[in-house]
């Protein structure tokens, strides 16, 4: 996942002492306990290792773009560490005894419509789509983090590590602006197109998992409530705007 920002200000890190209450402060094996808990870690999880095949899929692909074979071994390096994470989250849904492909079935076709939808016309497109959709998908799961038992926690900020992709990005993006002007204008308007179909995305697949949903306003001790979840998008959308200035693009 691409983390240039590593997350909204408010979920930069997995909590103070002080904050680490209710489930947060206690590890799988104790949270596991509550089956609706699990089921929503489970969701969560699945989800998240679609994510990252997918994008291990779409990086491999953009290296077919790739301007210059430093591009394209750039690109594909990125996306052996995106596997990498995939593999590890497929072997935790095995180690607490859940079918991994069943775990991420319920997701995948949300997650390949959306990039159906928003499928690159070329290279930059494609830069600005890593930088910006998998950013967004980041900093929420990096909210939901904050709220999950230590064990779970800890993995899903280890694989929401920077790929590398956010500098490479910013820097091809501010390069071919600069070479010529008019680049940015397109590319605004691509961003802003991706921020509206990713927030929609995130929207139905959470409407459509009860037990994600539930964790989300609080049904879960620990959870975020409805004013939280509306807090939690407001920081999703600051952090894409200074995303966008990263570029040189207006918001």
Known sequence: METS??????????????ELTGIAAQDWATASA?????????????????????????????????PTLADKAELAKMASAEFHHFE????????????????????????????????PSDWLEGLVKAYVGDS???????????????????LVLA????????????????A?????????????????RLMGEALSQAQRVVAERDALSTMLVGGVAGGFDLAAVGEMFTRITKAHTKRMAALGLAA
């Open 5 to 18: 920002d590593n997350a909204t200000e408010s979920a930069s890190a997995s909590g103070t002492d002080e």
């Open 34 to 66: 509550d089956p609706q808990y699990r089921a929503a870690v489970v969701d969560l999880l699945g989800a998240l290792a679609y994510g990252e095949l997918a994008a291990f899929e779409r990086l491999a692909e953009d290296a077919k773009l790739a």
């Open 88 to 119: 590890r989250l497929r072997d935790q849904l095995a180690a607490i005894e859940t079918n991994p492909t069943a775990a991420m079935e319920p997701f995948a076709a949300a997650l390949d419509e959306f990039h159906r939808q928003t499928a």
């Open 136 to 154: 967004i998908a980041s900093d929420f799961y990096r909210e939901v983090a904050v709220r999950l038992d230590s064990d779970t926690r800890g």
């Open 159 to 174: 694989v929401l590590d920077d790929t590398g992709h956010g500098n490479f990005a910013v820097e091809k993006v501010r």
């Open 176 to 192: 071919a602006i600069e070479a010529d002007p008019r680049v940015g204008g397109r590319l605004a308007l691509w961003a802003r």
